[in-house]
């Protein structure tokens, strides 16, 4: 067997060692950029406000409760849909009137969830903002990283409901522009083309993130990604699923700002705030199992799970490590798309710009690196992360550790009460179909189903529990809950 320990040399994810931000130097350019007449730039002084916020903040450490506050109280995206639009967006449901629990339905169309802070009545990954024309609305971070539980909205768990799709679409029906995203967000509810829509939107920037004319990039927009939970990134040394990327650094984690209206300037000058917002990220824990846990059971499984599992994903409790391995794509068998689909020149533009000249305080790049498989997670908190696997294809626990029994083609509610998780399995339930759903089923209903058969999400893969028995996987799930 080959196990490749790629990142031998770089200290984890929360270590601090990240080079700071360039500082006063790049805020005089800012405002220097602000004070050109340029009509080219004329539309950065809308941005003024928030340069100003930043450019007064000064040198400083990176602050997890100033992270917080950064990721739950301020937009980083313009306006997307005005007040009106959300108010009457029931109307491209099919419903002749508002109906009277319009923010639940809301939330349940598109799979969103109450937000556990305040929010002004918008569920979690919407927020209000002010734009050239007023108050509107936005979406942020915790759209694809904020999920709910048992009734309890979690930040930082994985969005296992979303309907990217859904959402983007209707919203703007709803305000007159009915035509299909520029790409597509979401093949599969629950799961979104997070890398590809990087992708997408660095067509259209050069190394110092100017806007330039569309690349040619080759865009696969198939890859059905399941978004890893937030409070695993402490434990990395390197991130996202392939592990391509330093855990440290802070610049890859602001690629979801690059939407067109955002200059080159105002992006840059967020790097000390998603410093912060990356130290915050550093701070999370797991939810703890909510449930009884069979102590006897679980310490059978920790033995178990010791013999076969800890080589990946490390050991646990006060002396606990850590192997951050990434498992090259002919031994772990699952779906090679989201490691092999990102265009070469892609990357090499990615690792030339903005993005890949970030440095560690030795200097060493937190470059992008070679995509060769997939990094084998911490399983902190996994009781709650279902779906599974990188392409969220496997809905439980049980169906990781005996890929014969995996379902071929499922559905499930995305709701995420307790009548919808499964404490036996540890996941999703879930219905097995025979087939899916044709062309003349609509698209919100035909995106509850997830095919294995489909390009980016192949089930296979990962057998390492096919050779247990039920008893020996039960034990191990036991152990799993202790996480
Ligand atoms: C459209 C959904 C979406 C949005 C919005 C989004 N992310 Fe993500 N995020 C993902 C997906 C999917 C991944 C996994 C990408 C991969 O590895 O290919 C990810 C990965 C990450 C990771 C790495 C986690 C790990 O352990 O490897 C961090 C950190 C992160 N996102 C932070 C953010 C921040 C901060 C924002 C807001 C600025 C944000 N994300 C916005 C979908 C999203
Ligand atoms: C050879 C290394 C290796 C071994 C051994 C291994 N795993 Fe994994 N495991 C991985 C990798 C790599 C992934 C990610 C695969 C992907 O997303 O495509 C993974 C994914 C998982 C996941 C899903 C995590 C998530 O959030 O999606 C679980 C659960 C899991 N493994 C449990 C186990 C258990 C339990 C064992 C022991 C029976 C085990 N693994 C043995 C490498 C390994």
């Given at each position: 067997?080959s196990?490749r320990?790629?990142?031998?040399k770089?200290?984890?994810a929360?270590?601090?060692?990240?080079?700071r931000?360039?500082?006063?130097e790049?805020?005089?350019r800012?405002?220097?950029r602000?004070l050109?007449?340029?009509?080219?730039?004329?539309?950065?002084?809308?941005?003024a406000g928030t340069v100003f916020?930043v450019?007064?903040e000064?040198?400083?450490?990176a602050?997890p409760?100033?992270?917080?506050?950064?990721?739950?109280?301020?937009a980083?995206?313009?306006?997307?849909?005005?007040?009106?639009?959300?108010?009457?967006?029931?109307?491209v449901?099919?419903?002749?009137?508002?109906?009277?629990?319009?923010?639940?339905r809301?939330?349940q169309?598109?799979?969103?969830?109450?937000?556990?802070y305040?929010n002004?009545?918008?569920?979690?990954?919407?927020r209000?903002?002010?734009?050239?024309l007023g108050?509107?609305i936005?979406?942020d971070?915790?759209l694809c990283?904020?999920g709910?539980l048992?009734?309890?909205s979690?930040i930082?768990l994985?969005?296992?409901s979303l309907?990217?799709q859904?959402?983007f679409e209707?919203?703007?029906?709803?305000?007159g522009?009915?035509?299909?995203?520029?790409?597509p967000?979401?093949?599969?509810?629950?799961?979104?083309?997070?890398a590809?829509m990087?992708?997408?939107?660095?067509?259209?920037r050069?190394?110092?993130?100017r806007l330039?004319?569309p690349?040619?990039?080759?865009?696969?927009?198939?890859?059905?990604?399941d978004a890893?939970a937030?409070?695993?990134?402490?434990k990395?040394?390197t991130?996202?699923h392939t592990g391509s990327?330093?855990?440290?650094?802070v610049r890859?984690?602001?690629?979801?700002?690059?939407n067109p209206?955002?200059?080159?300037?105002?992006?840059?000058s967020?790097e000390p705030?998603?410093?912060?917002v990356h130290?915050?990220?550093c701070?999370l824990e797991?939810p703890k199992?909510?449930?009884a846990?069979?102590?006897?059971?679980?310490e059978k499984?920790?033995l178990?799970?010791?013999?076969?599992?800890?080589?990946?994903?490390g050991t646990?409790?006060?002396?606990?490590?850590?192997?951050?391995?990434?498992?090259?794509?002919k031994e772990i068998?699952?779906?090679?798309?989201?490691?092999?689909?990102?265009?070469?020149e892609?990357?090499?533009?990615y690792a030339?710009?903005?993005?890949?000249?970030?440095?560690d305080?030795?200097?060493?790049p937190?470059?992008?690196?070679?995509?060769v498989?997939?990094?084998?997670?911490?399983?902190?908190?996994?009781?709650?992360?279902a779906?599974?696997f990188?392409?969220?294809?496997?809905?439980?626990?049980?169906?990781v550790?005996n890929?014969?029994?995996?379902?071929?083609?499922?559905?499930?509610?995305f709701?995420t009460?307790?009548?919808?998780?499964d404490?036996v399995?540890?996941g999703w339930?879930y219905?097995?179909l025979?087939?899916?759903?044709g062309p003349?089923?609509?698209a919100?209903e035909r995106?509850?189903?997830?095919?294995t058969?489909?390009?980016?999400?192949s089930?296979?893969?990962?057998?390492?529990?096919?050779?247990?028995s039920?008893?020996?996987?039960?034990?191990i799930i036991?152990?799993?809950k202790?996480?």
């Amino acid at each position: 067997m080959s196990l490749r320990t790629c990142y031998g040399k770089v200290t984890d994810a929360c270590s601090n060692e990240r080079v700071r931000n360039e500082g006063a130097e790049t805020r005089a350019r800012n405002w220097a950029r602000l004070l050109m007449p340029s009509l080219r730039w004329a539309w950065t002084v809308v941005l003024a406000g928030t340069v100003f916020a930043v450019a007064s903040e000064g040198e400083r450490r990176a602050d997890p409760q100033r992270g917080r506050e950064a990721l739950l109280t301020r937009a980083y995206l313009p306006v997307a849909w005005s007040e009106q639009t959300y108010q009457n967006v029931w109307k491209v449901w099919g419903l002749s009137e508002r109906p009277a629990d319009f923010e639940e339905r809301f939330r349940q169309r598109y799979g969103l969830h109450q937000a556990p802070y305040p929010n002004d009545g918008l569920p979690m990954g919407l927020r209000y903002t002010r734009g050239l024309l007023g108050r509107g609305i936005t979406v942020d971070c915790l759209l694809c990283h904020g999920g709910s539980l048992f009734g309890q909205s979690i930040i930082g768990l994985g969005n296992a409901s979303l309907d990217m799709q859904a959402l983007f679409e209707e919203m703007f029906e709803a305000q007159g522009i009915k035509r299909a995203t520029p790409f597509p967000f979401t093949q599969v509810r629950g799961t979104t083309e997070g890398a590809m829509m990087a992708v997408y939107l660095f067509r259209i920037r050069d190394e110092e993130l100017r806007l330039v004319p569309p690349q040619n990039f080759a865009l696969t927009p198939y890859l059905c990604e399941d978004a890893p939970a937030w409070w695993l990134l402490k434990k990395k040394k390197t991130m996202y699923h392939t592990g391509s990327t330093d855990a440290r650094s802070v610049r890859s984690i602001m690629q979801f700002l690059l939407n067109p209206l955002n200059g080159p300037d105002h992006i840059k000058s967020l790097e000390p705030t998603f410093a912060d917002v990356h130290a915050y990220i550093c701070g999370l824990e797991p939810p703890k199992y909510p449930l009884a846990i069979d102590q006897k059971l679980a310490e059978k499984g920790r033995l178990l799970f010791e013999k076969h599992c800890a080589r990946c994903h490390g050991t646990y409790g006060p002396n606990g490590a850590y192997p951050n391995r990434i498992i090259p794509l002919k031994e772990i068998g699952t779906d090679p798309l989201r490691a092999q689909a990102i265009p070469k020149e892609a990357k090499q533009l990615y690792a030339r710009s903005w993005f890949g000249q970030e440095r560690d305080s030795r200097g060493r790049p937190l470059i992008f690196q070679e995509e060769v498989g997939y990094q084998a997670p911490p399983l902190d908190g996994v009781w709650a992360t279902a779906p599974y696997f990188h392409n969220g294809s496997v809905p439980t626990v049980y169906h990781v550790l005996n890929s014969k029994a995996r379902p071929r083609i499922f559905t499930r509610s995305f709701r995420t009460g307790a009548e919808d998780y499964d404490t036996v399995r540890l996941g999703w339930k879930y219905q097995e179909l025979d087939g899916a759903p044709g062309p003349d089923v609509p698209a919100i209903e035909r995106r509850k189903v997830y095919d294995t058969s489909q390009p980016g999400r192949s089930n296979a893969g990962h057998t390492y529990g096919d050779n247990l028995s039920d008893e020996e996987r039960f034990a191990i799930i036991e152990y799993l809950k202790t996480l």
